[in-house]
């Protein structure tokens, strides 16, 4: 760190440290996490405030001001065009989410600028509203975001941005002063601006601009929907209003900090129908969505074979694209919204209406559950591309240009053109309604020949937007993408009005620098530019297929679907410290600062490192629920690895690690065991290795599974399955396993009992990948004989038997053997529906299904249900994420508040509520169950054998 950084450091701290409601972070770590966004940019911030208060805002802009050093605002940091990058200090608002006001009789409310979007509108949804700015980020956009925006979502056709939303800012100043702004008529602006004070002098120098700049303003500013580049200059010349806050949106944090907006909330319709119509070409789509429009649609959207190929490729997206019947090259995906009789009516004129159009397909999607796959698709789009492995990767800096919509054939046919002239392919998708489309080329920018493919590329799109009379973005900003080139579309003399705004509002320049006025080159600032370095590790784990660990680092592009709350199970750790340390992103981007030399080698191992780690609980489901497929579960194990090949493993992590040796052990004397495990001094000593003292130890059961099988019923065959015996199994709950061989017996199958070792999870979980190796090997040894003549490999603790799909190829990558038993594990309910087909049950109560994370990142929770649906009345599965207790993690004394905030999120409220039998496959999460609730928790197998016959 050079002398500079060094006193700048020094000095905030002493303006800072204490006198915030938030907190500010100097520390090089935690800067890391906030050099970048969702864009191909990188600034990094010489420190971070958080803040909780306008108070804070105004101190961190006080603190800015005395020491000549640049401020960015910040919401959830996902900008796509690098405004959400810090040069000097990043302000973060993302805690400053209250909701201060709701009227739903008046249709409005107050909110801080960290509220979610998709929070809100939950909160208004009972009332029959919704914030009309609906997009596609709804789970992780703050409105204080979409307001530097001016975002918009797909049915802006109908609510306009979030422009059409503001009735008021309150927002603080670079110099602090705080202001109120709100629409005026012109008279009372006028009035106004003879007065004193920060209101006062905004309007009187917004009046003037207007004045000078009207008549450009008139002929430069495009009529569009979706203009938002630059400054909303257009609001200086109504003739009725002036609305600063117009202003305001879309300004990208150069002007003001908002802290409070007045926004207004529009009704929901009664109902929405969509269809889907397909193309052979861009340009046939393009056609037909003007035809398309004078239907009256809420939203019409496109989407191209790559978007489409992607998503048909990713598991967890693939299901999205059922209603696609053909090989569209593209697709429009038209929605009407109405009352249902004119939805329905709208809905069954689309056979004629497709033939019209001259598309190849028209499917109508009527239910909920179809138009809810076309929005997974919409929302998957883009970080699908972003998550690509390849060298060349779709990249986002031409990614959001608007035109008339009569002119967005003629834009599309020349956009590809331009592709296409300089040597690759791109995706197209985006809002065909408003004639702004999400283009992404494919390029590798740590090319100097990619490098310049990106700025021929942007330059010839920024003319051919200018020429069509758009607008160079469209909804994402200009950022440090676009601001480039903001005077090909308006001309110079709108640049000095530009100017002049910023001038007004932050004289001294002061607020996001760079943006929108005095851009830097497009090319400057990247992320992964020429001479881009990965420093070389040498890895336990294989990330061959994702091309080498910094490859699979990079997969990260920050699109920040991490920061979710309301749904799902990533991250758990987020969800209830909503901290950005404790984020899948921020686990990448530390990686990454280290892999490209942004922070020193020995970080890999370093404290920083295992405390942004710490409460990663390696339930694997950014792996799925992340549309990029970050894998942070096995950077995590990676990381362990290495730290303990330079420091040494902990005896914690050995005996952990080594669960299976332990459990073995106390096996031989069960009674004592278990007398001495309940007991007070036991607990104490657990605790010198870090288990807390609130945590009952593990007990084991008097007889293992293994002498129990032989007395167990068999079934006659010829069907057959191999029981994998998991730790927990064979040790603590044998009945379970005995459940199963009787369910099985019951439906005529032969049960195998092959002599296994621990599948590995818990050494992987400790970092002890080479003993995780050897049990790999040995593993794959005794079961292939087996996956080889046919027979189920079958498990019934979730993390052991997907251990076996899913991580033994990362161990033994170059055993062939690995992927025919991969290919034959079944978990438990997959086995049983399987082989099951004459099974007899009695009718049993409904039941609560919890989910294990494993289970629900690699196969979902749809066997389960179905098997348990052979018994009970009714399975309700709850969205609970992760129980929080994740193998060892919720023993650990660190991790215990932590573990139980997880549990209390979601699952133990509904637990409590169930009238029902409650279910969960995972040993970890019936242990958390019973901790947190007092109920015990059943495994599907105890469940179903329960109601067999007799």
């Not at 969509?274 to 789509?285: H, I, P, Y």
């Not at 607990?683 to 609130?694: E, K, M």
């Not at 002498?707 to 199994?729: C, I, K, M, S």
């Not at 290919?823 to 529906?833: M, P, V």
Request: glycine content about 10%; charged content about 25%.
């Amino acid at each position: 760190m050079d002398t500079e950084t060094t006193d700048l450091i020094r000095s905030l701290r002493g303006r800072l440290d204490g006198k915030l409601d938030g907190y500010l972070r100097t520390d090089p770590a935690y800067r890391s996490l906030y050099a970048t966004d969702a864009s191909i940019y990188k600034r990094r911030p010489v420190g971070v405030v958080v803040a909780r208060s306008e108070a804070d805002v105004q101190r961190a802009l006080e603190a800015a001001r005395a020491l000549g050093l640049a401020i960015t605002p910040r919401g959830t940091g996902t900008s796509l065009a690098g405004q959400a990058t810090a040069p000097g200090l990043a302000l973060d608002v993302s805690e400053m989410a209250g909701v201060v006001e709701l009227d739903p009789q008046r249709r409005r409310c107050t909110v801080e600028p960290g509220v979610i979007q998709g929070e809100l509108n939950a909160l208004v949804r009972p009332h029959g509203l919704v914030f009309g700015a609906d997009t596609s980020t709804s789970d992780v956009a703050t409105l204080g975001g979409m307001i530097g925006n001016n975002s918009a979502g797909m049915r802006s056709i109908v609510y306009g941005t979030t422009a059409d939303q503001v009735l008021g800012l309150r927002c603080v100043l670079a110099s602090g002063e705080v202001v109120k702004l709100r629409p005026l008529s012109r008279s009372e602006a006028e009035r106004r601006a003879r007065g004193d004070g920060a209101e006062a002098r905004l309007l009187r120098g917004a009046l003037g601009i207007g004045e000078r700049y009207g008549t450009e303003i008139k002929r430069r500013f495009p009529r569009l929907i979706r203009r938002v580049s630059g400054y909303g200059l257009d609001a200086l010349v109504d003739p009725e209003l002036v609305d600063l806050t117009r202003i305001l949106c879309g300004s990208e944090g150069t002007l003001a900090v908002v802290t409070r907006a007045e926004v207004c909330l529009r009704e929901l319709p009664e109902a929405r129908g969509l269809a889907s119509f397909e193309f052979g070409s861009l340009a046939e789509a393009a056609r037909a969505t003007v035809r398309l429009l004078e239907t009256g649609p809420s939203a019409v959207e496109m989407l191209d074979d790559v978007a489409i190929g992607r998503a048909r490729a990713n598991p967890s997206y693939a299901g999205a694209t059922r209603f696609v019947r053909g090989e569209p090259r593209a697709l429009l995906l038209a929605e009407w919204s109405g009352s249902r009789e004119e939805v329905e009516g709208r809905l069954a004129g689309i056979g004629e209406l497709g033939v019209e159009l001259g598309a190849s397909a028209a499917v109508p999607l009527r239910s909920e559950a179809e138009q809810e796959q076309t929005v997974k698709l919409r929302k998957s789009t883009l970080p699908l591309l972003l998550g690509t492995a390849d060298r060349e990767k779709p990249v986002a800096f031409v990614e959001d240009a608007a035109v008339p919509p009569e002119r967005l054939e003629e834009f599309l046919v020349r956009f590809e053109e331009i592709v296409q002239r300089n040597g690759t392919w791109a995706c197209f998708y985006g809002h065909a309604s408003v004639g702004c489309m999400h283009v992404r080329p494919a390029l590798d920018t740590s090319d100097e020949r990619g490098v310049r493919r990106m700025r021929r590329i942007a330059e010839e799109v920024a003319d051919l937007v200018a020429e069509l009379g758009g607008s160079i973005s469209g909804e994402h900003g200009d950022g440090l993408s676009r601001s480039e080139f903001l005077g090909k579309m308006y001309g110079e003399e709108i640049l000095r009005a530009f100017g002049e705004v910023k001038r007004l509002f932050d004289p001294e320049g002061l607020l996001n620098p760079g943006v929108i006025v005095d851009p830097p080159p497009m090319d400057r600032n990247l992320r992964i530019g020429p001479g881009h370095r990965r420093l070389p590790v040498r890895t336990g784990l294989d990330f061959s297929s994702q091309g080498g660990f910094a490859a699979a680092v990079e997969l990260c592009n920050g699109s920040g679907f991490c920061r979710k709350r309301l749904s799902g199970t990533m991250c758990p750790s987020y969800m209830v410290t909503r901290d950005e340390r404790d984020t899948t992103r921020a686990r990448a981007n530390l990686l990454r600062s280290v892999l490209d030399g942004t922070l020193p080698p020995e970080e890999l191992t370093g404290r920083r490192m295992r405390e942004v780690m710490d409460l990663c609980v390696g339930c694997k489901a950014c792996k799925t629920e992340c549309p990029s497929r970050v894998d942070v579960a096995s950077m995590k194990t990676e990381v362990l690895y290495q730290m303990g090949r330079a420091h040494g493993f902990s005896l914690r992590q050995r005996l952990a690690g080594h669960i299976r040796r332990q459990l073995a052990l106390a096996s031989r004397v069960p009674g004592l065991y278990n007398a001495l495990a309940g007991s007070l001094p036991a607990r104490l000593a657990a605790s010198l290795v870090g288990i807390d003292r609130r945590r009952k130890l593990p007990q084991v059961a008097p007889v293992p599974f293994s002498r129990r099988f032989p007395a167990l019923p068999q079934g006659e065959g010829p069907a057959e399955v191999a029981l994998f015996n998991d730790t927990w199994n064979e040790y603590q709950s044998p009945w379970i396993g005995e459940g199963a061989a009787r369910l099985f017996a019951a439906a005529g199958v032969r049960v195998l009992l092959p002599e296994v070792v621990c599948c590995g999870r818990p050494m992987l979980s400790e970092g002890l990948v080479d003993d995780a190796r050897e049990n790999a090997r040995r593993n794959v040894e005794a079961l292939h004989p087996l996956a080889r003549r046919g027979a189920p490999l079958v498990g019934l603790e979730p993390s052991c038997i997907l251990t076996i799909r899913d991580d033994y190829r990362k161990l033994l990558p170059d055993d062939e053997r690995v992927e025919e038993v991969a290919a034959a594990t079944r978990l438990f309910e997959e086995a049983l529906l399987e082989v099951g087909e004459g099974l007899r049950l009695e009718p049993g109560p409904p039941v609560l299904l919890h989910g294990h994370c494993h289970q629900k990142a690699l196969v979902g929770t749809g066997p389960t249900e179905k098997a348990l649906g052979l018994a009970a009345e009714s399975v309700e599965v709850v969205d609970s994420g992760c129980c929080g207790m994740a193998g060892l993690f919720g023993y650990e004394r660190d991790h215990y508040e932590v573990s139980m905030r997880m549990g209390e999120r979601r699952l133990f409220p509904a637990v409590r509520e169930s009238g029902g039998e409650v279910i969960a496959p995972g040993t970890s999460c019936r242990q958390q169950i019973l901790d947190g609730t007092g109920r015990r928790a059943l495994h599907p197998a105890e469940y179903l054998a329960a109601r067999l016959p007799g």
